[in-house]
T-cell receptor, first 111, second 114 residues
Framework: DAKTTQPPSMDCAEGRAANLPCNHS???????VYWYRQIHSQGPQYIIH???NNETNEMASLIITEDRKSSTLILPHATLRDTAVYYC????????????FGTGTRLLVSP | EAGVAQSPRYKIIEKRQSVAFWCNPI?????LYWYQQILGQGPKLLIQ????????DSQLPKDRFSAERLKGVDSTLKIQPAKLEDSAVYLC????????????FGPGTRLTVL
């Protein structure tokens, strides 16, 4: 079972920041937070991951709370092409650990 | 860099028939995964290969599903016989070494069982 809780859907206006929350209250000390997204009719795409520090790359920023029980994925300037299902996953980076996908958040970016 | 290739993209069969899917991972990637994604759900790992050895097949329904990666490169997933509940998208992914590396997914094969 997925160890994360996400809202089923969110809306965002094009050009605005999209802030996608994720709760992972049972996260262990050695587990990372991963974000993937899945655009319609495509396979999932890696976005970003982090352990406890905030992370930023060319796609998004990841903000993890100090107690690590929740995180937020930020798309700073959402475009129509960001419409997708976003999955938050927690996973240890040791051994052969699976990616366990939940049902994710369906983000709709509108003009 | 070429991505993960899968074929066919779509397949329609009748229940009790057999079907096979093919995956070619990114060149040099040692780890290959097959996922099943039922409509409205997230992908579920069926089997993971490290080179040509199976690392995890705990979620694979072994009475009807089989997978192989004989030369440690491309892979096939077979269902025999298919059931109605096997209707899903079958996704292949690969990563450079172990499962801690970023996984890159193919476009998937959409299977419809009638």
């Amino acid at each position: 079972d997925a160890k994360t809780t996400q809202p089923p859907s969110m809306d965002c206006a094009e050009g605005r920041a999209a802030n996608l929350p994720c709760n992972h209250s049972t996260i262990s000390g050695n587990e990372y937070v991963y974000w993937y997204r899945q655009i319609h009719s495509q396979g999932p795409q890696y976005i970003i991951h982090g352990l406890k520090n905030n992370e930023t790359n060319e796609m998004a920023s990841l903000i993890i709370t100090e107690d690590r029980k929740s995180s937020t994925l930020i798309l700073p300037h959402a475009t129509l092409r960001d419409t997708a299902v976003y999955y938050c996953i927690v996973r240890a980076n040791t051994g052969f650990q699976k990616l366990v996908f939940g049902t994710g958040t369906r983000l709709l970016v509108s003009p | 860099e070429a991505g993960v290739a899968q074929s066919p993209r779509y397949k329609i069969i009748e229940k009790r028939q057999s079907v096979a899917f093919w995956c070619n991972p990114i060149s040099g990637h040692a780890t290959l995964y097959w996922y099943q994604q039922i409509l409205g759900q997230g992908p579920k790992l069926l089997i993971q290969f490290q080179n040509n050895g199976v690392v995890d097949d705990s979620q694979l329904p072994k009475d009807r599903f089989s997978a192989e990666r004989l030369k440690g490169v491309d892979s096939t997933l077979k269902i025999q016989p298919a059931k109605l509940e096997d209707s899903a998208v079958y996704l292949c992914a690969s990563s450079q070494q172990g499962s801690t590396d970023t996984q890159y997914f193919g476009p998937g094969t959409r299977l419809t069982v009638l």
